[in-house]
Every structure is written in C-alpha cells, then in structure tokens.
C-alpha cells in the first residue's frame, strides 16, 4: 500500500527502511535555534515529538527506552546519588531517575529549552516531577558542560541524545568520552543510547573501542525493544570507570519502591545478553 | 517525508504504524489457490517475501524469528526426537530444526506450496536442507493434519504461520490447541508465534487462557527483536502438555554444535524474562 498524506514517516538515510505513524494532525512546529520540532497527535500512539524529521518519542511506547537508559545503569552503580543526562530535555528519563531515593541531586543538560517547554504541554506524565528539589533543569550545551564539570564529581552520566548528527554529532566521539571519564568519580558510569544494533553495529563497535581508548575499565551493551526507533531493537552502551561492568545490586532492583512498565530484575538480566553476532563483534 | 512508489509498505488495519523498505525491483507475484504472494529485491534487506500484503521475511533479519521460534522450544523439551512444523514454507524454521542431532523426524506442513518453491529460488539459504532424509515436507492443511495424527505421537509442534486472519486464523483457537494437545507425546510442548507484546496484548492473553482451557499444563511467552514485523518486537508462546516450562537444557545449549546468529544461552533466558507490563496482564 501507499501512505498518504495522513501519515508522519522517518527514512533515516542510508537504511532504506521506516517507520511511519497515522497522524490525526500536527499540534506545533517550530523551528528553534538549534533544530525544527514538530508535535503530532497520532491515530495510535497518542502524541510524537519530531527533531529534524526524526522520531524522539511517543506517549505509547517511551517508557521501554526511559526506563532502560535510567534503571539498568542507576541499579548497576554501588551507590549512585549524583546523576547528569547529557539531552534528554523531554524529561522522560529525569523522571525515571527520580524514582530512585538514593539519588541526591539530578542535572539535565539539554542545549535546547525549547524540548522542555513542549514536553511539559504535550507529555506531562513526564515532566510531573520537573520541580524535585533534587533536579536541576539547565538549557546549555552538554558538552562544554562536562569539560567544565569538576573531576570525580559525578556518579553516572546518561547521554540521552538524538542520532550522531546535528547538535548531537560531538557526543559520540573519543573526546567526550574521555571528559565524562575525568568528570566520573571511581566508581562511576557512562551509559549512552548506542542506535540499533541489527542496522549500527559499526557504530556500537566504535563507541566500545573509543570508550575504552578513553579510559574505561569496561563497557558493555544493554539491548531492548523501542518501536517507534529505526528497527524497533535499541541499545544503550555503558562504560564503567573502574569497576568490571559484571552484575547490578539485584536485591536492590527486586525490592524497588516505584512502579515501572518493563523494567524488573528480568528485563534487566534479559537487557544484559548479548546476542551471537553482537558477541562476534566484539561488543562484548 | 512522503514514501514515494519505491516503496513497500505494510500498514496492518487498526495498528496505524507501518513499516517500509525501499525496494529494488518486484521480482515475482502470483496468486496461488490460498494468497497473493510477491518477492521483491530490497535495497538494504536483502529478499523481502510479501503475503497478502503482510511482510513475511527478508534475508537480512529473518534469522532473529526463525532461531527463536526453534532453538528455545527444543532446548525447552528433554527429549525431542519428532517435530511438527505448521507453516513455515519457507523452510526457515525447518533450517534451524534440523541443526539438531537428537531429532529424529521433522514434518513440515504448509498448505501452500508455492510458498516453499519461492523460497527454495530467492531464499535458496533456508532450503539448503529440505532434502535432509529427517524431513518430510507436505503440503496440507495443517489443522486437519494435525487433526488426524496419531495421539501422543509428536514431541515438539512449531506454529510458523502468517497473522491470525485468512488461512492462519483457524490456528488461534482452542479448538485447534485442543488437536495440538491430544497429538502431543506427554513430555511435549506446542509453539506458537504470538504477534507483537505492545501491539497485540489481549491475542496473547486469549491464547493463554485458550491454552490452559485446551489442557496444557503450563504456558510461557518469550519475547524477540523481529524488526520487518510490525512494533519490531515479536513473541512466541509455548505450551507444555504436563511438565513446568521453569527452565532449558542449559548445558546443551552451552554446548550446542552448531551456529547461530541471535540465539545463545543467554539470549534464550532473555527471551523467558517478562516485562512488567506482560507480567501484569498474566502472561506469565
């Protein structure tokens, strides 16, 4: 068949495949100083937020991705109570980071304030708790943050980022990684989304060899499903300061206080698996 | 962007998500006694075979669906000697059954011939063993197949069909489960493919519950990336006859003497872990 007009769709180039949504009508758009926005109302998937013509999120379906880049990292730290996300201006993930009691102090460094100001019209389950006095809401440009972050100051790093391209483009690369890892006390973690693994595995195999060139002790590639995302097959890469990335506080993660959709001590084993070919590239 | 006529798209009716991939050429299409079926040449997913407008595979990804709906189903009985396969024409499955020494016999039953002749021709990687002296393949109708096979004589059935409506749609009953079970030796298990967890939840319920009503003992979904089907995020669900799904031939699994691409014994266990979500609404 052919899809019409009343369909949003993303081609990302080069992967000759996408993923549409049926659109009731386009609620916003806006073209900010850093990249064009546009807010949807879909048949289906209740409301979608688009950066330059790709998909960020869903109301249906964000909840696989915020809960994995926020609970398998936050579980696998000893102690973690000060915690950056790098993008993630949606607040999704800030959400799901505040579920954890433990966690003292948040910052959300999004370079633009204008994902946040939408989010918080369009996703308000996300953004309910964007007044914690534990969150810091900032609007600058992660990267120089992170150079000019104090050293060891920092317990886990989330880059919750757009594609590597555009605004996004510098956060994948040897540099930052080496400034999250002077930024990152001893027993500290990075986790960044790290694409699909069935269309990016050169990437995947790139950000393991740079994070370890840039330092750290151990990496290690969490996989899980998010539909609206180029392949509906997702991963986020971790890299561990110090410590070997070989297990999480499962006591912990059984006995959490909060409410989650398909985090559970499982998921997060299941996350941790690491399939034939992915083993076979070394993303160990 | 709009999808131009370089495009094939599946649009399944009431989901209002879609997936393309942008196509080469049409290589084939042919209407057969039972459904229109079309071969294309894709630009990056190698062969796409298409049913009735539904995306049945494509060479690049077809190995995620054909090692789940094999590999944790066997490693899950204690014994198989003699498998079923209901469906699956286009051998893929049949591919990764026959990777198993211990089974004896395998029939394939697909009521459609043709499917498995287009295979053999744009799919000649999943046909390589049709001429196995273990199989056997038919082509009937499974449900009266399966109907009159003798009780207790089949150790594992494999149900490798297309979406419960057309000529799959009598394979999602409990009557049908209610053949399966009497054709079933005691130690055995049926396997179903069971659509997409975020997109097709009340199905999976219902062949839970049907399942249990037919007689198994006990049932268990397992969850997989498949990304041509529609979410990305594909199931299977297993019912046993008399025995607990609590568990695999681990060692085996470890030990198992042939390749595979997605399936490992850790990846198997990924498969078995339940989302919260599936958990609540009693997958189990």
């Known amino acids: 068949m052919t899809l019409d007009s009343r369909w949003f769709s993303e081609a990302p180039p080069g992967i000759d495949a996408a993923f549409s949504l049926r659109i009731k009508e386009k609620l916003h758009e806006e073209q900010t100083p850093y990249q064009f926005i546009e807010i949807f109302d879909t048949e289906t998937f209740g409301k979608l937020m688009v950066i330059d013509g790709s998909i960020m999120l869903t109301s249906r379906d964000n909840f696989l991705y915020h809960e994995m880049m926020s609970h398998p990292v936050i579980f696998s730290h000893p102690n973690p109570k000060r915690v950056l996300i790098i993008g993630g201006g949606d607040c999704g993930t800030l959400s799901e980071v505040l579920k954890h009691r433990t966690v003292e102090q948040v910052w959300q460094i999004d370079i633009d304030e204008a994902v946040t100001r939408l989010s918080e019209i369009h996703f308000p389950e996300l953004c309910q708790h964007n007044g914690d006095s534990r969150a810091q809401l900032r609007f600058e440009d992660g990267i120089k943050w992170i150079q000019e972050a104090e050293p060891a100051s920092i317990d886990i790093i989330i880059v919750d980022s757009t594609d590597p391209v555009g605004p996004a483009e510098g956060l994948f690369t040897e540099a930052f990684f080496r400034d999250c890892y002077r930024a990152l006390h001893a027993d500290g973690i990075l986790v960044q989304q790290s694409e699909s693994p069935l269309l990016h595995l050169p990437l995947l195999q790139r950000m393991h060899h740079d994070m370890r060139k840039a330092g750290f002790a151990d990496t290690q590639s969490l996989y899980y499903p998010q539909p609206v995302y180029p392949s509906g097959w997702w991963s986020a890469t971790m890299a561990s300061k110090s410590n070997p990335l070989n297990g999480f506080r499962e006591e ?33």
Do not use: M, S, V, W
């Not at 959709?261 to 084993?269: A, E, L, P, S």
């Open 252 to 284: 912990d993660a059984r006995q959490k206080a909060f409410k989650t959709r398909y985090y559970n001590i499982d998921t997060h084993k299941a996350a941790r698996a690491q399939p034939e070919f992915c083993k076979e590239a070394g993303l160990g």
